[in-house]
């Protein structure tokens, strides 16, 4: 008697082709459970899951002259709950909500999401790092997270004025965006994930790290992990928060290290090594996340 262990064959069911000229950076599945949507830098298609040669295109940010274009689609996503809702993101870092009751062709936002910028802040890399390279809706449907370069956003989406908080990533890196740009580094796209209980927010950076963030009110948590066999190595608590001075109240929730040329940790900065990929369990506390080839999961 031979016992066969049994071996999981991944096949293909159904390709969904010929829909999209560009590449393709973000599927979403619907809450309806039969359609989806697929979107590249300028095109959002909506595919019903039974019907794999034909699609309708929702939104179509093609300029009629290509030298006119301006901002390129970067992440779209369905809403949790409400099969009519997505949300998707620009390179100019604005987040459009928009409603399928509306048009068939959505075109016309519902709602959009933008910071403005301070004035005389403006610099030659102000739009690349304001381009938003992840949004993920919260389990709840009512936040969304937003990434760009050097920040995490959360937003509330009946509050169109700002985001509720911003989370710091890589302020640290501002005096080396010359060096970034040079690198191609600054057009690194950086995914981000919300905790299923959307009480944290999470991203990666460079040197293999990862930062996770408290987002409930009050919350001052901030910790720094590696995605190596010993974590714990380079694990460091972030300093407690100074007093308050009437300079610090006028500014948003604001967290991270403003050490300049070293990371959290007095580390030296690595650019070649960099995790863009992590991914939350929707109910567990326990993180996947892609460094290089290898993949990492944490539980907590």
Sequence with gaps: VT??????????????????DYHINSISNNSDGETFISADDLRINLWNLEISNQSF???????????DL???????EFHPTHCNMLAYSSSKGSIRLIDLRQSALCDSHAILFEEQEAPGSR??????IA????????????HILSRDYMTLKLWDINM???????????EYLRPKLCDLYENDSIFDKFECCLSGDGLRVATGSYSNLFRVFGCAPGSTEATTLEASKNPMRRQVQTPSRPSRSLSSITRVVRRGSDVPGVDTNGNSFDFTTKLLHLAWHPT???IACAAANSLYMYYA
Aim: proline share 3%; hydrophobic share 35%; net charge negative.
């Design 3 to 20: 016992s066969n262990e049994t071996s999981l064959v991944a096949r293909c069911r159904r390709v969904y082709a010929h829909a999209h």
């Design 57 to 67: 295109n929702i939104v179509d940010v093609k300029p009629a002259n290509m030298e």
């Design 70 to 76: 301006t901002e390129v689609i970067t992440s779209a």
């Design 123 to 128: 610099s030659f890399f102000t739009e690349i």
């Design 131 to 142: 381009s938003i390279s992840d949004i993920k809706f919260a389990k709840d449907g009512r």
């Design 160 to 170: 169109d004025s700002g985001p509720v908080a911003t989370f710091q990533v890589h």
């Design 284 to 286: 567990e506390n326990s």
